[in-house]
């Protein structure tokens, strides 16, 4: 076959740096306390590889920090591709391929299969399949069937020639969603994992998003019923949360602060332990909020009464709760997600914001319009 017989490129090692930026700064933060996720996906992984795993979350919740620390230290009989798709362009055919694959320095297909096999667990991820220049030129060429070919005996050679289980990791799946190449690529996608798994047990599949809009839409794919698993990965509870400021020498009082404002979303917790004020930073955060729903609210209100009164009797149901239940997404509903302020659970059917922060902003808008 011309693609088994071209030469080949080998790919970039992707080192894993567990550090957050905010202003100009560096915060090496210890990767904390996920162990009940870890232990699911190493049940995963530790088992005949069945079905697609799909990893979901509010944002920001930590799902790429678990993904890089349990790449990092898989056994070394694992070899992860991982393809992301946040911040690409993909409009048709030869976009993707460009994501799927990346090209380096070439080397013979032996030698490829070889360097895949001896790499250490230190380095043990590939942004992408590696791939030859001539093999991405035929691609072009060719349909994505013939693509996802390729990719399915790259992988019976990698497990038979070499003992090694492949572990495909696609993160922001969404971006492709309604891209239409004859069909929509992303069913040709859900097919090709399918096979991957269910069919041929060749590679572990987990696909990673934020948009919750997109996972309620694949929880509700007839194609894909009884070919999917779904794991949450959510914001720090409260006593994880205890244990992490503890590990960041929070005070008592900074610890009850940091919990009261932003809950257990990482993201703030890490602008609060950079923060020399963390009072001030705190309201900060809750003034710049605030404003941001202050305006997707009211400029809604001005826009489109009918769907601000549809959206108002959704925001009033967190006046004094944390969630609430539904059982579609109903389009006053799915404005609310689409602007980031409400987070939709589908495997539990239920809504919530997106964080403490945003919990605590949409309940200021809701007092001040009610006292108008």
């Not at 049940?43 to 920001?60: D, M, R």
């Not at 949360?241 to 404002?261: I, P, R, V, Y």
Request: net charge negative; hydrophobic share 40%; charged share 30%.
């Amino acid at each position: 076959m011309y693609w088994q017989s071209s030469i080949i490129c080998y790919i970039f090692s992707f080192t894993i740096v567990q550090q957050l930026y905010y202003r100009g700064e560096m915060k090496r933060i210890k990767f904390h306390d996920r162990e009940e996720e870890i232990e699911e996906i190493m049940n995963i992984l530790n088992a005949e590889p069945t079905l697609i795993t799909f990893i979901y979350g509010p944002i920001n919740s930590g799902k790429n920090e678990l993904i890089n620390h349990l790449t990092k230290e898989l056994p070394n009989e694992y070899i992860v591709f991982y393809v992301n798709f946040r911040g690409k362009f993909i409009s048709d055919y030869s976009d993707f391929i460009r994501v799927l694959f990346r090209v380096e320095q070439e080397k013979d297909y032996r030698e490829i299969l070889k360097a895949i096999s001896e790499i250490s667990a230190e380095a043990q991820r590939f942004n992408g399949t590696p791939v030859a220049k001539g093999v991405v030129d035929a691609v072009f060429k060719k349909s994505y069937d013939d693509v996802f070919e390729f990719m399915e005996n790259y992988f019976i050679k990698l497990k038979i020639a070499k003992n090694k289980i492949p572990v495909l990791i696609i993160d922001e799946l969404q971006v492709i969603k309604d891209i239409k190449i004859n069909e929509l690529l992303i069913y040709k996608l859900f097919n090709f994992f399918i096979r991957l798994t269910k069919e041929t047990h060749l590679a572990h599949v987990f696909a990673v998003s934020s948009d919750s809009l997109f996972i309620e839409r694949v929880y509700s794919e007839a194609m894909l019923q009884g070919r999917c698993r779904y794991l949450l990965v959510d914001d720090f509870s409260m006593e994880m949360t205890m244990n992490f400021l503890d590990e960041q020498g929070f005070s008592e009082e900074d610890k009850e602060l940091a919990w009261k404002h932003v809950g257990g979303k990482l993201v703030y917790l890490i602008k609060l332990i950079n923060a020399e004020n963390r009072k001030r930073k705190a309201e900060e955060l809750f003034k710049i909020r605030k404003g941001q729903v202050e305006e997707v609210v009211y400029s809604l209100e001005e826009k489109d009464k009918k769907m601000f009164d549809a959206v108002l009797k959704i925001l009033l149901e967190f006046e004094e709760k944390e969630s609430t239940k539904y059982k579609y997404l109903r389009e006053e509903i799915t404005f609310l997600v689409g602007k980031n302020i409400i987070f939709a659970d589908p495997a539990n059917k239920e809504l919530r914001t997106q964080s403490k922060l945003d919990l605590l902003a949409l309940q200021a808008v809701i007092g001040e319009m009610k006292r108008r």
